[in-house]
Structure formats: structure tokens, C-alpha cells
């Protein structure tokens, strides 16, 4: 993407943020991460949105996915906000030169791996859902408990520490999982 592109994604992520968590809450989140999360990758590669502003780009195309099915699962604004927020810990931490994501610097990870990222072994180890919830904690962005299990579970079923509640998804979790495949899979709307 485009500077300009990264720019338009990420002011349309935060008026949409504004609507669905409310605007102080959202003016602290861009206050504290704004540029960093403008710009940060959702992945290592290409193929997991290893480019500047991918992971506002991912987080979009799944707000977008998850109204289109709120149909299905209601909640539509609840949908929307863990659409918006749910990897938001890929940002990596609050504090400077905490990214979880650095431009590779090793030829060899690029050429062979693809690999146009790679961890910040500064950043503090925690999952991608822990942090977001952490982060959300310390912004002051209150969710409800369906919201909270939609994210801690929002990165996939098939891991051991979401399969406790396979049984028993909410509609919020399961319309953000849905939302996601949809997405992962190239069919969003």
C-alpha cells in the first residue's frame, strides 16, 4: 500500500472505532499507538500481511465481513468492535521499541522465507489475543464478557487454549471466527 492508502485506511479505522467504542476511548488508542498502528504489519510475509498498514487492512476487511454477517449472529456493533480490535496486540507493546514486528534484516530470511518482518525479541512474549486484551485494558476500552471471549478466542479455535470453549461460542466469538475464515480465505465483502 501507499502512504496516502495507509493514511485513508487508518482514518477510516479510527471513525469507525469512534462509533463502536466511543470517541475518548478511541482518541486515546490512536493517541497511544497512531503511527505504529498505522503502519504495522499483521504478519512476517506477504501472504499474512507483511506490509506496512496490513494490519489495519485486515482488521477493516473483517469489520466489514462481520456486519455483512451480523444477519446471522446480531450484535452487529459488538461485531464490529472485536473486528476492529481483536490483533490489535500485533502492535506489540506500549513502551518505544517495543513493535512486535521489525523489517527483516537478514538476506537470506527474505529470499528463501519470504519473510519481510520478523519478531522484535524486545517486545514482552505474550499471544497475540493476551496482549490486545492487555492493551485494551490499560487504553481504558471497556468490553463486555462476550466481547472479552471473542477476542481471547478470536485467533482460532484449532489452539489448545481456545478449544475449552468450542462448545460454548457466543454469538460475538462466532461471528468474529466466521468473519475471519471469510477474510482468510479471500471472500470478504
Known amino acids: 500500500m501507499e502512504a496516502e492508502q495507509i493514511l485513508e ?16 476511548a478511541a482518541e486515546r488508542l490512536a493517541n497511544s499507538l497512531g503511527d505504529r498502528l498505522a503502519i504495522s504489519p499483521r504478519g512476517l510475509t506477504e501472504d499474512t500481511g507483511g506490509s506496512p498498514g496490513g494490519l489495519v487492512d485486515f482488521s477493516l476487511k473483517v469489520a466489514s465481513t462481520a456486519k455483512t454477517l451480523s444477519v446471522n449472529f446480531g450484535e452487529t456493533k459488538s461485531l464490529v468492535k ?8 500485533r502492535v506489540g507493546g506500549l513502551e518505544s521499541g517495543t ?19 520478523k519478531y522484535n525479541e524486545d517486545c514482552p512474549k505474550m499471544n497475540a489475543a493476551h496482549r490486545t486484551l492487555w492493551l485494551l485494558s490499560h487504553l481504558g476500552v471497556d468490553l463486555t464478557r462476550e466481547e472479552w471471549l471473542a ?13 475449552f470453549y468450542a462448545n ?10 466466521a468473519a ?3 477474510v482468510l480465505h479471500g471472500k470478504h465483502t
Open 99 to 117: 513493535d512486535l514486528y521489525l523489517i527483516q534484516d537478514s538476506d537470506w530470511h527474505r529470499d528463501k522465507l519470504g519473510q519481510i518482518y
Open 82 to 89: 472485536v473486528s476492529l480490535l481483536h490483533e490489535l496486540g
Open 9 to 24: 485506511q487508518f482514518e477510516k479505522y479510527c471513525s469507525v472505532l469512534k462509533r463502536v467504542i466511543g470517541t475518548p
Open 151 to 163: 477476542i481471547n478466542v478470536g485467533q482460532g479455535m484449532h489452539l489448545p487454549e481456545n478449544q
Open 168 to 177: 460454548s461460542l457466543n454469538p460475538v466469538a462466532a461471528g468474529l471466527l
Open 180 to 182: 475471519r475464515l471469510v
